[in-house]
């Protein structure tokens, strides 16, 4: 219901734009996001979005560097990720939350940066 894709393997300082779409078995959506977890750390909050009016939140650690967009026709959010750093080796989440609260996850990419 949820597919993302983007991930790979990349350098210190490089980029990656992460995908993720939501099937049309998914409705009345509020907000759409990303959460990453690295081995042996607790899943974190990358970033999210609401579909109305976009407002968007980040997690500390990856301010400034990602930026999280969304396209409402689509059902689809993505993760503009820069300036990698060998902490932000994860494997990244994506979820929807529809209007009660209910969040959809994906199976989730593997985000690898190699120094």
């Known amino acids: 219901q949820l597919q993302a894709c983007g991930g790979g393997l990349v350098q210190v300082r490089g980029s990656l734009r992460l995908s993720c779409a939501a099937s049309?078995?998914?409705?009345?959506?509020?907000?759409m996001g990303w959460y990453r977890q690295a081995p042996g750390k607790e899943r974190e909050l990358v970033a999210s979005i609401l579909t109305s009016g976009g407002s968007t939140n980040y997690g500390d650690s990856v301010k400034g560097r990602f930026t999280i967009s969304r396209d409402d026709a689509e059902n689809a959010v993505y993760l503009q990720v820069n300036s990698l750093k060998p902490d932000d080796t994860a494997v990244y989440y994506c979820y929807a939350r529809n209007r009660v609260g209910f969040d959809y996850w994906g199976k989730g990419t593997l985000v690898t940066v190699s120094s």
């Open positions: 049309g078995t998914i409705r009345s959506i509020v907000a």
